[in-house]
């Protein structure tokens, strides 16, 4: 028996070994915590979007950072929302925290099964499909942008993992609808998974599909079936992408892209594949060397499956190249560096098909020569895979350790601090909490920025990744005035604690607590609402983000002087005060005064802007006005009222999401009936 005859039995009992040592390999990141860099982030939000289920908030106004933003509107939620829907059913029984470690782990343990699954159904062999299964699960690369623990344990890219998890499967069953008319519903149902875990890597899957074999069928079929498949997928999907072209006026953009997000040099990313640095990082470069016998295999014309695979790797590192030569948009929607993972999935893929031929043709070879070894053989290959799968994960283990190493060294220094530090801050009310370089907390130690939203529900002032950097209005001021928020705009966002070291106190901060070398710092951030005077509104075509730059740069922040940047400001009234503050997270209700009988006053929500906040005084509509540099206020005449704010979502986005399941419904409809006339006649 060849490797390419393996009974199901034999390759489902391979695939388990290969998940568990994923599983062993990756083991000791659950114990070093889940703060590292942007998981911490997408920690906190999974813990808001447990808050809205528990407690019926279908605004899902999150609160979490940049003085809040809309979780999936605009920025993809799906594995926040396992883990949060999870964290739900278990009850007490399991923490939140336990969830969201399982949920890191899941995808990476999955993957073999998703990729092998995914090969069948381009027809590759058993043993090739194998073959590209533990590739993938071996990559190992110097990037922090890719595949793997590279990017999770680093960089925290916790939603790329969950979409390349999926986007094997999307991507095989469209080359399946585009080669042979089958699999239209699996294919856009895949494809709207990976697109609710990532957005980019669904963008992804139309470059790669460029790669597919077509040239088989005419010109009209592919055509046509390329547009049902794009149709199916858009229609299906109106749920995501409708929101973000109707209320674009709310969306954060991607102001600070790094500047290695644009891409690489071709120099760069060559060397990155010839050194081994792009698939075999810290190991004798395996991938890479099988990756040459793929290569061999198509120029031989004995490719298969190899050949679509080395397309989409050559496709996607000639957009990786671009990059630099394209230069920064404003929201700078295409950062090039994000077709390294599906360059890496289909380079390792193709690399274990090239093993897995030449393993297949060893054997045969063998077979010929002494015939009486054919049960010898029959196990051999399958003790071949689960040694290689071992391998992998052992030096996948070796990479977990190497990532985790820093991150344990800094535990190890500030460890006591932390946790007594938040101990305090679990203790104490609800109020904003920022951190700053100027205070001696780098922007890099996110466990100081984003744990208070997790382990004392503290609203945190900044963000710097996922939903609460694109999905925020607020972001692009926030980053460009970082030590500023602790010295001069306090009074702005309503900042209430400073997390510092003790050396770099904020000025006009009081010590509340102190560990080591930090301290929690109390400032009077003034409120969430506080009366202000709206001076003047910028024009239509003044250059509005210098100018509320400017503006943020003066005394405007400290004196609540402030820029309508849209609706039209009148004469503030004398006297207002706000009376008293009742919060929800989608719901803000303040009882205000406003004394004599002059005009109306202005009371700032020290909320970031949407245009899909509403409020009502006294029972009565109102408008939001959008001030500088993006909250909002509102304006109540005198006399005594209740102003009350909502986060409303459309109608619309709720009934596109319930019709996806009828898209997919009409659409296998309309294939069952379309197969059964092709089979009557």
């Not at 710097?464 to 001069?488: E, K």
């Amino acid at each position: 028996m060849t490797p390419g005859t393996w009974p199901r039995a034999r390759v489902a009992a391979l695939l388990a070994i290969c998940g568990a040592t994923q599983l062993w390999a990756l083991w000791p990141a659950t114990q070093a915590g889940s703060w590292g860099c942007d998981l911490s982030l997408h920690l906190a939000e999974t813990v808001e979007l447990r808050r809205a289920i528990a407690g019926g908030d279908a605004g899902l106004w999150n609160e979490s950072a940049n003085l809040g933003f809309p979780s999936a509107y605009y920025y993809q939620v799906l594995p926040q929302l396992l883990a949060a829907i999870a964290s739900v059913l278990l009850g007490g029984l399991v923490s939140v925290v336990a969830v969201f470690q399982a949920t890191i782990l899941l995808p990476h343990v999955l993957l073999p099964i998703s990729v092998y699954r995914a090969m069948r159904l381009i027809d590759a062999r058993p043993s090739e499909a194998l073959g590209a299964a533990i590739a993938v699960t071996a990559i190992t690369s110097t990037s922090t942008w890719g595949m793997g623990v590279d990017s999770v344990l680093t960089r925290g890219i916790y939603t790329q993992a969950w979409a390349m998890l999926f986007y094997p499967l999307a991507l095989a069953h469209a080359w399946r609808y585009l080669r042979d008319g089958t699999s239209l519903v699996p294919a856009i149902g895949w494809t709207l998974l990976t697109a609710a875990s990532h957005p980019f890597v669904a963008v992804c899957l139309p470059i790669a599909l460029a790669c597919v074999p077509c040239w088989r069928l005419s010109v009209g079929r592919t055509l046509r079936r390329c547009a049902l498949l794009g149709g199916g997928t858009l229609l299906a999907g109106a749920w995501m992408w409708l929101p973000i072209v109707v209320d674009y006026g709310g969306f954060g953009g991607f102001p600070n892209r790094g500047t290695d997000e644009a891409g690489l040099p071709p120099r760069t990313l060559l060397r990155l594949v010839v050194d081994g640095d792009l698939l075999d990082a810290g190991r004798l470069p395996v991938l890479t060397a099988l990756l040459a016998a793929s290569v061999a295999l198509v120029i031989r014309r004995r490719a298969g499956v190899a050949l679509p695979l080395l397309a989409q790797g050559l496709v996607f590192g000639a957009l990786i190249v671009s990059g630099p030569l394209a230069g920064k948009t404003e929201d700078d929607l295409i950062p090039a560096i994000r077709f390294l993972a599906p360059m890496q999935l289909a380079l390792a893929a193709a690399a274990g098909v090239g093993g897995a031929r030449l393993l297949t043709e060893l054997a045969s070879a063998w077979s010929r020569r002494r015939p009486a070894s054919g049960r010898a053989l029959r196990w051999a290959a399958p003790a071949v895979a689960i040694g290689a799968s071992l391998l992998a994960a052992h030096a996948l283990r070796d990479q977990v350790d190497r990532h985790l190493r820093p991150f344990r060294l800094h535990r190890a220094w500030t460890g006591e601090a932390f946790d007594d530090l938040h101990a305090v801050m679990t203790r104490l009310p609800r109020g904003r909490v920022a951190a700053a370089a100027r205070h001696g907390i780098s922007h890099r130690d996110h466990w100081w920025y984003y744990l208070p939203a997790v382990y004392g529900g503290h609203t945190v002032v900044r963000a710097y990744g996922a939903g609460a950097l694109q999905s925020s209005t607020s972001y692009r001021y926030l980053f460009r005035n970082d030590d500023l928020i602790v010295a001069q705009h306090a009074r702005l966002y309503d900042l209430r604690y400073v997390i510092a070291q003790v050396p770099k106190a904020p000025p006009g901060g009081f010590l509340f607590a102190r560990a080591g070398w930090y301290g929690v710092y109390l400032v009077d951030g003034g409120g969430l609402v506080e009366p202000a005077q709206i001076r003047e509104r910028l024009g239509r075509h003044q250059a509005r983000d210098e100018a509320v730059r400017a503006w943020l740069a003066g005394e405007g922040p400290r004196t609540l002087s402030l820029l309508a940047v849209s609706g039209e400001p009148r004469a503030d009234g004398a006297g207002a005060e706000v009376r008293a503050i009742r919060r929800a997270p989608s719901r803000i209700e303040i009882d205000v005064v406003v004394d004599g009988d002059g005009p109306a006053a202005s009371f700032l929500v020290k909320e970031s802007f949407h245009p899909r906040w509403r409020a009502r005084i006294d029972g009565a509509a109102t408008p939001v006005l959008r001030v500088a540099p993006s909250l909002m206020a509102v304006q109540a005449g005198p006399g005594r009222h209740t102003i009350v704010l909502e986060f409303r979502r459309p109608w619309w986005t709720w009934w596109l999401l319930i019709a996806t399941l009828g898209t997919l419904v009409a659409i296998a409809v309309a294939e069952r009936r379309r197969m059964t006339t092709c089979v009557a006649g």
